[in-house]
């Protein structure tokens, strides 16, 4: 991550986000009185670092971020994750890791999220919607968890698949994707410092409708490749197919890197509505690679990203 200095006056925060505790009391306090796992509660984590960062705009709402999202396990509005997602039982949860690997290997969330100290990371999502926030999350490099395993040479990708229940997530009763929902990466690009594994967002434990209790952000992709609650991750040698990709392959590619000069057939990728503005307002210029082009942009040298979109 470029080492850019943080300047307060380039945020403005909700009140809950200036008055926050340290993120080990709120995770006990929304493990007791908001339904969030209390596996995190125990943790032993330091306050969390804030990491420096470039970005202008201010901070989306709490609000806007946690009830206008796309995760069709639980319905295909902006509204149904808040209104269905509690349903989902996030405790005990667990992550399995297999594949191209020496040893297979299970993560309670517990394990997981003490593997390092937790950041504070402010990133621009981009919705392949044409529609962007800017969001304060939670976590950790992804690649501390690649560290700890001992991957085969024949480790290529790494596969990330939901959780798959469809009694308490009703939109798996449907047939508008194949569940459960897959997503994936190259080696290289998870293991980049900005590819985020998540554990909370504004100060707070992930809500269910966010991808509790653990996800992917991946900054500079659509916001689609960034997978909610994952219960296993797999090493393999291929590309695989990913979910979106089999369910419209002229519409979503593997690598779905946002690109202002490649158009998804249903909307403009060139301009942005960033929500919370104004119905009034002007759409936003969308930058190369979400902005983040300087410190991922070498990842896809000599690769025609408008081939491989």
Not at 111 to 140: H, N, Q, T
Not at 249 to 268: L, S
Request: hydrophobic share 40%; proline share 5%.
């Amino acid at each position: 991550m470029a080492n850019k200095k943080f300047l307060a006056s380039e945020i403005t925060a909700e009140k809950i986000y200036h008055e926050r505790r340290n993120f080990l009391k709120k995770l006990g306090l929304a493990s007791a009185t908001l339904g969030f796992s209390p596996a995190l509660s125990f943790a032993n984590m330091a306050d969390v670092k804030k990491i420096p960062h470039n970005i202008k705009d201010n901070l989306t709402s709490f609000k806007d971020v946690t009830s206008y999202n796309n995760f069709y396990e639980f319905g295909l509005q902006k509204s149904s994750p808040k209104a269905n997602a509690h349903k989902m039982k996030i405790d005990p949860w667990a992550v399995e890791i297999s594949g191209e690997i020496e040893k297979n290997k299970t993560y309670a969330l517990e394990d997981l999220v003490k593997l390092a100290s937790l950041e504070e990371r402010i990133y621009r999502l981009r919705c392949v919607e044409g529609w962007s926030m800017v969001i304060p999350w939670v976590g950790f490099s992804l690649s501390v968890l690649l560290k700890k395993l001992t991957l085969s040479s024949r480790a290529k990708y790494v596969v990330f698949e939901t959780l798959y229940r469809p009694n308490e997530m009703e939109g798996q009763k449907s047939r508008v994707l194949d569940w459960p929902y897959i997503e994936a990466l190259r080696i290289d690009e998870a293991m980049h410092p900005l590819t985020l594994l998540c554990f909370g967002v504004y100060g707070k434990v992930l809500p269910n409708q966010n991808g509790a209790p653990v996800r992917l952000v991946i900054p500079w992709k659509y916001g689609f490749k960034s997978i909610k609650s994952i219960v296993k991750i797999k090493f393999v040698e291929t590309m695989p197919q990913t979910t979106w990709a089999l369910s419209s392959p002229k519409e979503y590619g593997f690598y779905a890197n946002v690109n202002p000069t490649v158009d998804h057939p249903r909307w403009t990728q060139a301009t942005e509505r960033r929500i919370g503005d104004s119905i009034l307002a002007k759409r936003r210029k969308t930058e190369f690679l979400n902005g983040y082009a300087d410190e991922v942009g070498y990842l896809y040298s000599g690769l025609d990203l408008k081939k491989n979109f």
